[in-house]
């Protein structure tokens, strides 16, 4: 039986403590959804003290509940031609702000309770951006490691064959997530416009600008990340300039947060894959990395090949106990628990904040807010991937192409936004400079009265 930390003083607490309760008793056997809801109901106290309107409409026992889940059968040949079958997955969570839009994650983790907590994070991080875009995410417990380039195409062609029919520019916008890059939205895309025979370009975003892709998109959430935490930096009158800075992961996300915080000036010494970390005391050499990961798909170890001074440690999850000033989980969820998280607040650190979605579990978060530690989440500080997706979609619909620097210019605005109204939202609730409580808040009380204004379905 699950268990969890809400009380049931007040009204308001009783409400948001029983709707957990039937949460539990219907899922119990979903652990990373019920944590992704947990962490925004303790957020939400002081709003549903503050409106009671939200208790009235019943918002949240309709939220947790998604609007639905399509999950279907993937068979496909692979090289041997034997036939495979995986599961493939969408949950449509929200769709109250926009479409439905969110990544597609191909990794043989890949359960209910993880799409799940994945397009409710969704939901509330879409809405944050300031942009018309609902919540929703999707994948398949399929594993692409290892696999030809024939074998991952003809995987993306079948689970499109099922997956086009409940998506489209206005209804239902995928796009990449672990596992799922340029590579695997080109080949969905083909499929897509082979069945439906219509280029609509807007129904994929993260495609390559060659056939409808925005520039940036490859880079925006490890810029976006970078940005977000320049704005943190800011605000106690501090610049990435010499900072020693930790990133976990070594795919899309973490490589463009390493570009970034170099640019800025930072000494970047570690990033990791699910095997093990690399510390390079000279500063990651970041073009070694793309080799190894974009080129060559190898493992990070052989980073030590390249790199004399560079150690190699198989423990994906001992990156946390180098000392850092800012680190940058950007992997995967639960990949910072509570002793790692003493463990880097011990050694200094001064900011974290999360490129990938829920890397540091409640225990971890509380550790880091605790010991005033600036903490961004991921909601709002990863949030400039999926922005720049709905660039993606406007250039799309309006069938034009914007610039670099016009792309980049307006993805540094939405992170400094969603910076200050995550900011704004929790001072006015009491919680000054949590950046978890004011980023829960923005993003939900925009879905809430969203949800109250188009009415009870
Ligand atoms: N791609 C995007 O635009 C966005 C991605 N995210 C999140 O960022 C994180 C990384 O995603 P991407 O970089 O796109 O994926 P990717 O597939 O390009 O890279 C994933 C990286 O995480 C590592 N990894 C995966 N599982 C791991 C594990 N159990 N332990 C340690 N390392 C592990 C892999 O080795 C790889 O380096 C995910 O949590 C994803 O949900 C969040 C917002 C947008
Ligand atoms: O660009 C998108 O729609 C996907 C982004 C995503 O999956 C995420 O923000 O976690």
Known sequence: MATHTLGSKTPAESYIHAVFEQLIAKNAHQPEFLQAVEEIFISLVPVFEQHPEYIQHNILSRIVEPDRIVSFRVSWQDDQNQVQVNRGYRVQFNNVVGPYKGGLRFHPSVNESIM??????????NALTGLPIGGAK???????????????????????TELYRHIGPDVDVPAGDIG??????GFLFGQYKRIRNAHEAGVLTGKTPGYGGSLVRKEATGYGLVYFVEEMLRDISETFLNKTVVVSGSGNVAIYAIKKAQELGAKVVACSDSDGYIFDPD???????????EVNCERIKTYVNYR??????????GIWSIPCDIALPCA????IDGDAARTLSANGVKVVAEGANMPSN????????ENGILFGPAKAANAGGVATSALEMAQNSGRNYWTFEEVDEKLRDIMKSIYAVS?????????????VVGSNIAGFVKVADGMIAEGVY
Not at 180 to 185: M, P, S, T, Y
Not at 332 to 335: A, F, G, L, S, Y
């Open 116 to 125: 799940k907590f994945l397009a409710f994070e969704q939901i509330f991080k």
């Open 138 to 160: 999707g994948g398949s417990d399929f594993n692409p490691k290892g696999k030809s380039n024939g074998e991952i195409m003809r995987f993306c062609q079948a689970y499109m």
């Open 180 to 185: 799922v890059g340029a590579r695997e939205i």
């Open 283 to 293: 500063g990651i050499d970041l073009n070694i990395v793309k080799e190894i990961k």
């Open 308 to 317: 004399p001074n560079a150690i190699y440690t198989e423990d994906f999850r």
């Open 332 to 335: 995967t969820q639960n990949e």
């Open 362 to 369: 409640l225990e971890a978060i509380n550790v880091f807010l």
């Open 423 to 435: 900011k704004e939202a929790a001072h006015k609730y009491g919680s000054e400079g949590n950046l």
